[in-house]
Structure formats: C-alpha cells, structure tokens
C-alpha cells in the first residue's frame, strides 16, 4: 500500500511538472505578446518594455524558466497581467466557482447517468430501451458549447426561465438574505450546471448499462435470481454494486472532461470560474495566469485520477492498491 | 413586430421575482423618488485598472469617466477649437490671460470621495503624471504643446503653451481626468500600471467606487451631494460579459439595461423587436481599414513586392467594391469614408470628398496583368471584419490576386503590426474627437501607429496645415486637401466608419449618449417614479 502510494505520488509530481514545463514553453512560443491592447490605443512601446523588463520578459527563455520553476518551489504562482494581482488570488476567487460548477454538474451527470443506465438494463431491447439508447447518444455526441448556446437561447432569451450568464445577480445579491444568496446562486448555476451535467450524463448511462447488462450475465445473478430474489433486488443489490465499478473509475477519468468543458461553459454563460479564467489569459497572452490554471487543473485531474483508484479499491475487495 | 417568445419570457419570471421580495424582505428598499434606479450596463470587457492616466480600453474610459472629472468637457456641438461651447466640469470659469496662457479657477465645492478638496495642486500633479514617461500615458503625447502647468494658489492653475493653435483649450481639458495628489503622491510611478488605487479608485466625479468583483461586475454609487448636482441614478452596475454576443444576450432577456454598440444588423434587428428596449443610433468613432505594409513582410531594409507600388496601392482601391460591401455587412448603419475618418467627425463629411469609385477597368490597367499575392491579416474575434476580408479577397480574385486571408488572435495581430511582419492587414481605429492627433498618429511619416511606414510628405505638410488652422472652416479645406492627397497615394483601403446603435431599457429616460465618450452624460440620465422595478428600489 505504502509503496504504492509513493508511487502514485512521484508519478502525479512528475505529471504535474511535465504539464506546467510544456505550457510554459508552449504559451512563450506562442504568437502575440502580453500588454498590447487590441484595436484600442496602444501602449507606449517603451512602457510595454518596461513592463516586459519588470516582469523578466527581456530575458532568454531559459532564464525565465529557471525563474519561474524556482518561484513555484517557493509557492509563488506570480502577478496575473492581465488582472494585475496576484495569480493566487485570481485563481483563489475562481475555484469556488469551478468547484461549485463542476461538482453540481457530475452530481447531475452521475444521478441522471447512473438511473437511466438503471432504467435501460432493467428494460433491455425493449422500446423504451432503445427510444433512450438514442436519446443518450445524442446528448452524448453533442459539443457541449452547441448545448450551451441552445439552453442559453431557449431557457434564457426566448422563455426567460434561467440567466443567460453571471454567477449571481449583481443587483440583488448583496441585499439578498442567506437563504435569498443560496437560490440566487443557485438560479444562475442551472444552466451551465445542466449543461456540463447532460453530456456527461448521456455518456455515463450508456457505460452504466452496459456495466450492467454484463454484470445481470454473471453466475451470482443467476443464483441470485434462483433463490427466489425480486427482480428489483437482484439489480439492485447484486447486479448493480458489480457495475458500478467501472462507473466510479469513470468519474476519475470524467474529471479532465469537465474541466476542459468548464472552460467553454463558462465562457459562453460568463461564469467567472477557473475555466473562463484560463481562456482570458490565453487570449491576454497573460503567461503567469496561463500557468497557474494549468497547474491546478493538472493537480485537479491527477488527484481525481488517484481518488477514484481509492474509491475502486473501496468499492471492490478485489482491488488491492499495490505496486 | 414582438417575437412570440418575448411574452411568456416577460411572464416566466417567477424565480427573479421571489429573488426581489426576499431582497424587500431585507435591504433598505423603500425608495420612491427620482434618484432610485440602478443601471446595469453589460460590458464587453474587463478593466484591468481605473486609473485614467493609465487605462487603454474603451470600458475602463467608461467605469472612470464616472468617477473622475476633466476641467472642462467638450459641448454637445463636439466643437473642439477655441473654448467655446466647452461644458465647466472642475473648473468653474477660466480666461486667457495671454495668448500663450490659460488660467483655470477651480471650483471651491469641488471634493475627493474621501472628503478632500479638489486643488490647483492636484491639476499640476495630474498634468506631471500625464507627462511622465515612467508612466507611460496614452494621452503624453497629445500635452505636447503645453510647457507647465503651475498652481497659482488653492484654486487658480495656470497652462503655458508652446505655441498657438486652435486647439490650445481641447488639449488643456479633453486629455486628463484630474487625479488626487494626496492619494498617488507616494505611489511609485513606475508602478502605477498595477498599482491598488486603479482596483479601487477614488475621484472626484458624480459616482463613487463601491466595489469590484473580478470577472463579474463593478458597482458605482451616486454621490448625492455632488458639486454638478445630484445623479439621478442611484447604482450603477457594469456586469461583465465578455464579448459582445453575451452582452447584447444580455440586454436581450433583460439581465442588463445597456450595451453601448450593437455592431451587427442582426443584433439591431433583434434589438429593436425588443419592447423593452428603446435604441440610440450615435456617430461612431471608428473607422475600419486594410492598410498595406509598404515595406517588406519582416525585413524593413527592404521595399514590399506588392505595396512599394503606389500604382498597385491605387488598383487595390479601385477594384475594391466599397458600397455593396458595407450593405452586405451592415446594411445602412455603414458609410464608406472619404479618408481615414469616423462618423464622429460629422463635420469632415460635409466637404465635397467623395470615396474613390469602384472602377475595375483602371484597376487592371494600373495592374498591368500583374498576378498578385499577397497576405491579409484579420482578428478572427471579429466576424465582421472576418466577412469583409472573404469578400475583398472574392473581388480581389477577379482580378487575378490572390488573397491569403490569415486570421489571428488580437495579440497576435498587434505584435505582427508592431514588428512590421504582415502583408496587410483589417484594421480598425478609435479615434479622438479631433483628426488633429489620430490622422497623424496612423497615417504620418513618423506617426507611432503607422506600422505599415507610410510616407507622403504632401500629405504630412497638409496635415499640419488642417491641424494649424485657425477656424473650423479653414481646417475642413485643408482637411479636404489632405486626404485628397491620400486618395492620390493610398496607404490602404478605406472600407467603413460605423454608425453606432445602443440599446438601453424603455423605462430609462434622459438618455444621452456622448459620441466620443458613450456613458459620458449617465448622470443625466433618470428612472422616473412611475417606472421604478423594485430592483431599482432594492440594494444597498
């Protein structure tokens, strides 16, 4: 166990630097640079090369590397450019809201995924089978932006059910008892959330039913089923347990998903999360964000990846965690 | 015509409505008179400082222009020589005492935010910051012709020119908001780019800062015992977009009151079926334009294959279908320029100018069979200027040249500009309200913005001439005289000058909108009464 874990620890460190070096070089080489504002009035070229010099920019690219490898040692993710302060403190305002997104979204992808999966392997090659088969598919297939666009333009412009973007409602929200705060939110998390949660979902029941349906093939069913166990039983307490194996290592692997996905919903519903952050900066050319939202979402997927081999392990006796 | 999805919109609001009375359970609520309603406008952008002297974009100069005043604001004629028609802001009076100096006597009621009075000491500090090189404004160059600016005592200031031109008085007042000595004294220059003040400024305008939070809104407040009168707005809110679709969305199901620019016929269209909304069609300050690089692409050494020719220059001009392109795109709130000019220059197109006319007969004589090729670099964020290029490079094809159409990112297009690597490319250009600055910036031999080194030493001599002139009349022939030279030796192709459209809530009234500064009279702006929401009554 213990080896493992160290294991898993050097090889997640080891992801993680290979993640932020690549970026590093990556968003450098890029085209463009930071402080040249668009089609407004351009800065003064020499305040553009002071700033270049006062955040090391004049300086090879190795250099800067070395700089900024040693200044992450020491816990310093450096000054956003763009949002000139620090990036801790930009990432900090904008995790809760990626979190808050993207836990209401697997909630809603697994609860929904897992119960129509239920549902489909319950009634296997019947019609109603099959109506969901595709229906799942469809969702499934969709590029989540598209889906975005389309809920955004039925459920908030034409019947004006839900916003169309922001986190909360500027007006209201600070003279909004706690319960009034807790709706508010709530309110304007519903259609990213949907979103996020519907593709996912569409994906998740066709693993869920066909976990199932391998499973419901399986010894202990029949013997389940001879014992004279109700149906609902069988799948339930005996089939399902067994299926739902590969449906929790799936949430591991659905966590990079959703934080890529996060990136296009929350700037199609202006959701001021990690996601939206990452794209300004990419746009801004500012490096240092660009760099701090890579590493969290780096250490993101290889916590997420590490937590599902544990709740696997958890869920199966025959998983043992070894090297 | 109403769509027939605007009206159970209106009806399904029964979530936003319970999110009202539990803010009327709370907050102060209550209000009733003329100086209770909150606007939301839904921006486009993100500041990235409310510091004046150092911001770039268009919504950080909206946020501040409500925080922080000028000396004087130019009238509602635009008028930009002498002092005439000019609005007292800060100062309250002002006189030549000779022709080469301008004395300001500040208003005595004048104060900070934080209760200070506004001095002559501050304007001298503001116009030292607005020189500073280590500060690095936008606006330094446009102070050129002014030599100092000294406090005479508590309430007289006193500017000294270099030299005499009509625009002494523009120059004195349009360029700098008046900063707060006592607040950015201690603050090192060098690092007034990022400094906290511009996250949380504090001015002496007709709203206060109250809060900012990154990615999603900025809110002002009126300040109700404002020296110019009290705002009739209680709240502003400037809720962060993004982009321009999600602000006019915005606007459209009634999440925000405002957006400034519409842009698009579509989002016009959309607009105006809209009941809630009433729209405000303004002179834009923007013209778009291809501008050819006459020099090499990456070698300035080096004269360009393509563009050295002003013959082939002219070609391109002419063979470039200007009309039928702005009614493709923009229907009828384009008009093709005469030279590189905005709509807000009203007065520069009542000359005899005229566009250069399609003609793709010269053009292919001037091309004398030529095959050409040549790249165009656009912002693949704009989907206009994306279009237009599709439809030069189509017009251009006929002609045997062919157009690589590269679209870029904006930071991307900006260092290829900068670092003269790029063939052409699809620009556009916020201008001043005056010609005098932009018009040299961009297009003269030594202009900092002209990235495609352009030279024409008839039309810098012209330019300096409209820009001497003594009266507005005088100015326009010269003007006249200048781009008439241009048209003679293009440096690109003018395509457009926009007419801009906003869009603000019905119950919103006192709408104006200052051309060069579109939320510049917001505190003109009144929620009467009878149209108050109880959002308008809810809040802080």
């Known amino acids: 166990m213990r080896a493992w874990l160290l294991r898993r620890v050097a090889a997640g460190i080891a992801i993680i630097f290979a993640a932020v070096s690549l970026t590093f070089v990556a968003i450098h080489l890029a085209p463009g640079e930071p402080f040249l504002p668009p089609d407004e009035r351009p800065m003064d070229p020499a305040v553009v090369a002071r700033l270049r010099r006062n955040y090391g920019l004049d300086r090879p690219l190795p250099v800067q590397y070395l700089r900024y490898v040693t200044q992450l040692a020491h816990g310093e993710l450096g000054e956003s450019f763009s949002q000139r302060r620090p990036v801790a403190q930009a990432i900090a305002a904008a995790v809760p809201n990626t979190l808050l997104l993207t836990i209401t979204a697997l909630a809603i992808d697994f609860t929904l995924g897992i119960a129509i999966g239920l549902y489909q392997a319950a009634r296997a090659r019947r019609r109603s089978d099959a109506a969901l088969a595709n229906v799942t598919l469809f969702f499934y297939s969709l ?15 034409w019947l004006g059910w839900f916003p169309t973007g922001g986190s909360t409602d500027p007006v209201l929200h600070d003279s909004l008892p706690l319960f009034g705060r807790v709706v508010d939110r709530l309110y304007h998390l519903a259609l990213p959330a949907l979103t996020l949660g519907l593709v996912g979902a569409g994906g998740t029941a066709r693993f869920q039913r066909a976990a199932l349906l391998e499973a419901l093939g399986h010894e202990y069913v029949r013997t389940a089923r001879a014992k004279g166990l ?59 964000l660009v760099l701090g939202t890579t590493l969290l979402a780096t250490c993101a997927v290889v916590t997420g990846s590490f937590i599902a081999d544990v709740l696997t392990a958890a869920a199966d006796p025959r998983v043992r965690l070894t090297a | 015509m109403t769509p027939a999805f605007a009206r159970p919109r209106r009806i399904a609001t029964l979530l936003p409505a319970l999110l009202v009375v539990l803010a009327g359970c709370r907050g102060p609520g209550g209000c009733t008179t003329e100086y209770c309603g909150t606007v939301v406008f839904a921006a486009t952008g993100e500041p990235s400082t409310l510091l004046p002297v150092v911001s770039t974009s268009a919504v950080e100069r909206d946020v501040h222009d409500q925080i922080f005043l000028k000396l004087a604001e130019i009238g509602p004629d635009g008028g930009t020589f002498g002092d005439s028609g000019f609005v007292p802001e800060l100062a309250r ?19 900070w935010h934080d209760g200070a009075p506004v001095t002559a000491a501050d304007v001298a500090f503001t116009f030292d910051a607005y020189s500073d090189s280590v500060v690095g404004s936008g606006d330094r ?46 603050v090192p220059r ?38 110019l009168g009290r705002p009739h707005l209680r709240r502003l809110i400037w809720r962060v977009a993004g982009n321009l679709n999600s602000a006019v969305t915005m ?51 080096k004269p360009h294959p393509v563009f050295a020719d002003p013959e082939i220059r002219r070609a391109l001009v002419l063979a470039a279908d200007r009309p039928r392109m702005a009614q493709t795109v923009f229907g009828e709130y384009a008009k093709v320029p005469p030279g590189p000019m905005p709509q807000l220059w009203s007065w520069l197109w009542k000359t005899t100018l005229a566009p250069t006319p399609l003609d793709s007969a010269q053009a292919a004589r001037l091309l004398h069979g030529r095959r050409l090729s040549f790249h165009l670099i656009v912002p693949s964020t704009s989907p206009t200027r994306v279009q237009y290029a599709q439809l030069l490079q189509e017009q251009y094809r006929r002609l045997g040249i062919d157009v690589v159409i590269d679209q870029v990112d ?112 917001v505190r003109t702006w009144r929620i009467p009464p009878d149209q108050l929401t109880e959002r308008d009554r809810a809040g802080r």
Do not use: C
Request: net charge negative; proline share 7%.
């Open chain 2, 410 to 521: 904006n930071p991307t297009l900006q260092q290829q500009l900068e670092s003269g690597k790029f063939d052409a490319s699809l620009e556009s250009f916020v201008t001043d309200p005056t010609p005098s600055s932009s018009v040299p910036a961009l297009w003269g031999r030594d202009g900092p913005q002209n990235y495609g080194h352009y030279a024409n030493d008839k039309f810098d001599a012209l330019v300096r001439t409209a820009a001497g002139a003594p009266t507005r009349g005088a100015a326009q022939a010269a003007w006249e005289s200048a781009f008439a030279a241009l048209a003679q030796d293009p440096p690109g192709v003018m395509l457009y000058a926009l007419d801009n459209v906003a869009a603000v809530n019905r119950r919103v009234a006192d709408v104006r909108i200052q051309p060069d500064s579109w939320w510049g009279l």
């Open chain 1, 230 to 288: 109700a149906e609902s039983a069988v799948l339930i307490r005996h089939a399902w347990r067994d299926a739902l194996l590969p449906v929790i290592s799936l949430a591991g692997v659905a966590l990079p998903f959703l934080l890529t996905g996060a990136v296009l919903i929350e700037t199609v519903f202006s959701w001021p999360g990690l996601g939206k952050l990452a794209a300004d900066a990419i746009s801004a050319r500012d490096y240092p």
């Open chain 2, 190 to 227: 060098a690092t007034w780019q990022t400094a906290a003040f511009g996250r949380a400024p504090v001015g002496s305008g007709p709203y206060r800062f109250v809060s900012w939070t990154p990615g999603q809104s900025i809110e002002l407040a009126a300040d109700s015992t404002h020296f």
């Open chain 2, 251 to 301: 606007v459209l199901a009634g999440e925000a009151d405002a957006v400034e620019v519409l842009v698009t016929p579509d989002n016009i269209r959309r607009a105006r079926a809209d009941t809630a909304l009433r729209l405000y069609p303004y002179a834009g300050s923007t013209y778009t334009f291809v501008r050819f690089n006459l020099r090499a692409n990456g070698d300035r050494s």
């Open chain 1, 143 to 157: 590029p989540t932006f598209w889906l975005a666009l389309v809920l955004q333009l039925v459920f908030g412009l």
């Open chain 2, 141 to 186: 160059a446009s102070l050129g012709h002014i030599t100092s600016v000294a406090a005479v005592d508590s309430l007289t200031v006193v500017f000294k020119f270099r030299d005499r031109y009509p625009e002494m008085f523009y120059d004195a007042t349009y360029h700098m908001r008046i900063l707060p000595a006592h607040l950015l004294r201690n």
């Open chain 2, 93 to 111: 009076s002002w006189e030549w005492t000779d022709p080469l100096t301008l004395t300001f006597h500040l208003d005595p009621r004048a104060r």
